[in-house]
């Protein structure tokens, strides 16, 4: 029969090798990144606040507004307005799951790897570069755009596309393609690519537009209150003048009553000293 010390250290053990079966589980997440700054943003239904800590599963909502999010102390990543994003971190990359909106990244040559994927395309910095790349969902097409480094698209039909410096190319995902029909990128040599990329939201575009799009809004408030204090002050005016409208009409009607009470009186005064003189002021008893 074991003895009470020996019971009491297996029981240690158990509870210990317990604890460190049940630490993965509650070990968290992994973390993807922190907020830098939000404006009209949430992840899970949850207000956005800057310095948030964003986990692997997290799902980021960008309403009239931006999120700033930090990977690490070198690289960020904007998402502009209506966009829709969710955060998956392994132990090699940091990956983004688009489903609508915009997204900017601004990655260091030697900062975490970073993939987007929008339905079956996936973009990612080509690595041993500083990369400002901006990736767009319109429509159903993805638009890439690299503005510094390289970008490397693969479209997800077998065919892998290098966006230098200064290029854009539009991809629509085989899912969204006919059936039999090659969906290869369109390189940025024309107009009408430039126009299309013009009406997506980029980095520095995003941080502006959600600037913009918050400063407007606080001037329509302002202009709503304003409106509402002239209304309110147009009420008191209006209140004030028809006061004042009385109250001249009450000051002449008590001029009138006392004029007529001074004319009552010289007649009365009249007539004592003249009975047979006639009224000399008209006078309303």
């Not at 829709?84 to 915009?102: I, K």
């Not at 002239?230 to 008191?236: K, L």
């Amino acid at each position: 029969m074991l003895s009470k010390h020996r019971i009491a250290h297996f029981s240690l053990y158990l509870i210990l090798l317990g604890s460190v079966a049940v630490l993965p589980a509650f070990g968290g997440s992994a973390i993807v990144g922190s907020v830098a700054g939000s404006m009209n943003a949430t992840v899970g239904g949850q207000t956005l606040f800057p310095n948030t800590t964003l986990f692997s599963g997290d799902s980021l909502q960008v309403k009239d507004g931006v999120a700033v999010v930090a990977l690490g102390s070198t690289s960020r990543m904007v998402f502009g307005h209506d966009t829709v994003a969710s955060f998956l971190r392994d132990s090699n990359e940091v990956t983004v799951l688009l489903s609508q909106g915009s997204v900017s990244v601004f990655h260091n040559a030697d900062g975490t790897p970073v993939r987007m994927k929008i339905g079956t395309v996936s973009v990612e910095p080509i690595s041993g570069f500083k990369t400002l790349g901006e990736v767009a969902l319109l429509n159903g097409t993805v638009l890439v755009t690299a503005k510094e480094g390289a970008l490397r698209v693969d479209e997800g039909n077998g065919q892998v596309v290098n966006v230098a410096k200064g290029k854009t190319i539009a991809v629509t995902p085989p899912t969204k393609a006919p059936q039999g029909t090659a969906t290869a990128g369109r390189c940025c040599g024309g107009s009408n690519v430039w126009s299309i990329v013009a009406t997506a939201a980029g980095g520095i575009a995003a941080v502006l537009a959600g600037v913009a799009i918050s400063r407007a809004g606080d001037a329509k408030t302002n202009a709503a209150d304003a409106a509402s204090a002239a209304a309110a002050a147009d009420s008191t005016a209006a209140a004030a003048a028809s006061a004042a409208a009385a109250a001249a009409s009450a000051a002449a009607a008590a001029d009138s009553a006392a004029i007529n009470a001074a004319n009552c009186a010289a007649d009365t005064y009249a007539q004592e000293i003249s009975p047979t003189m006639p009224p000399p002021y008209p006078c309303t008893i």
